[in-house]
C-alpha cells in the first residue's frame, strides 16, 4: 500500500539556520512523484518543491531543497537560512498511480515549524 | 488563469443539519479533486472527478456525502446529515497545468464546525 510517514511532529529553528523535515515514503510503483507543500495558519496549501522517482539531481527551489534518496525511499525537505514567515505546517505528499491510468495524492501528518528570532 | 474558488469560507452548523460547499477551479481543467482535511492531520481525498465522471471516491462516507460535478466545470460537494466528526476543512483543487509538475493547486478551504 501507498503510505507517507513524517515522524516529526513538531520542529523548530533559529532564524537564519537551516532545518531538515522528515519524509518517508513507501510504494512498490516505478513511476511517482513527491512534492512539499507549506500550509501557514490562514490554512492555504502552497506547493513548494517536486521530484519526480527518475530524477537524478536532488531538486531545488530558491531556498528549498530536496534530498531525495531513493533506496531509502526518503525525500526529506531542506529549508536553509529559515525566516520567520516559514513557521507553518508542512506536507509530504506522493503522487501515485491507480486504477484506470489516473494519479492520486497521498498526504503524510505532516509537521509543524517553528522558526525563533 | 491558475486558481480554484471555494464558498463559503466558513460554515457553522449543528449535527444531523445539511451542508453543501462549492468549488470552482477557474482554469477549467478536467480534474477536480475533493480534501478532507482534519485539524492536526493531511488532507484526505475524498473523491475525484474527470470532467462529469467520478474516478475515485473510494473514501467518500457514501452514507452521508454526495458529491456532484454537472457540466464538467464547478462542483459541489454535500453532507447530509453531518456529524461532529465531519468538523474539518474541506479543500477544492485541480491541476496546476503549464508548471510541467502538473502539482495540485488547492483552494482556500471551506471550515466546516459541527455543533
Known amino acids: 500500500a501507498q503510505k507517507i510517514t513524517q515522524t516529526q511532529p513538531g520542529m523548530f529553528v533559529q532564524e537564519k539556520e537551516a532545518v531538515t523535515l522528515d519524509c518517508t515514503y513507501d510504494?512498490?510503483?516505478?513511476?511517482?512523484?513527491l512534492f512539499w507543500y507549506k500550509q501557514p495558519s490562514s490554512g492555504e496549501m502552497i506547493f513548494l518543491i517536486y521530484q519526480g522517482s527518475y530524477d537524478e539531481q536532488n531538486a531545488t527551489e530558491g531556498r528549498y531543497s530536496l534530498n531525495f534518496q531513493k533506496a531509502r525511499k526518503s525525500a526529506n525537505l531542506v529549508i536553509s537560512a529559515s525566516q520567520l514567515g516559514d513557521s507553518a505546517m508542512y506536507f509530504c505528499?506522493?503522487?501515485?498511480?491507480?486504477?484506470?491510468?489516473?494519479?492520486?495524492?497521498?498526504f503524510g501528518a505532516g509537521t509543524r515549524l517553528a522558526v525563533h528570532p | 488563469e491558475a486558481g480554484v474558488a471555494q464558498s463559503p469560507r466558513y460554515k457553522i452548523i449543528e449535527k444531523r443539519q445539511s451542508v453543501a460547499f462549492w468549488c470552482n477551479p477557474i482554469?477549467?481543467?478536467?480534474?477536480l479533486y475533493w480534501y478532507q482535511q482534519i485539524l492536526g492531520q493531511g488532507p484526505k481525498l475524498l473523491i475525484q472527478f474527470q470532467n462529469n465522471g467520478v474516478v475515485d471516491d473510494s473514501q467518500l462516507p457514501k452514507d452521508r456525502f454526495s458529491a456532484e460535478r454537472l457540466k464538467g466545470v464547478d462542483s459541489t460537494l454535500k453532507i447530509q446529515p453531518a456529524k461532529l466528526e465531519d468538523s474539518a476543512v474541506y479543500l477544492c483543487?485541480?491541476?496546476?497545468?503549464?508548471?510541467?509538475?502538473?502539482?495540485?493547486?488547492f483552494g482556500p478551504g471551506t471550515r466546516l464546525t459541527v455543533l
Open positions: 505528499a506522493m503522487r501515485a498511480p491507480f486504477s484506470g491510468g489516473y494519479n492520486k495524492l497521498i
Open positions: 483543487a485541480g491541476p496546476h497545468c503549464g508548471s510541467g509538475y502538473n502539482e495540485q493547486f
Open positions: 482554469s477549467g481543467h478536467a480534474t
Open positions: 510504494t512498490s510503483d516505478q513511476s511517482y512523484g
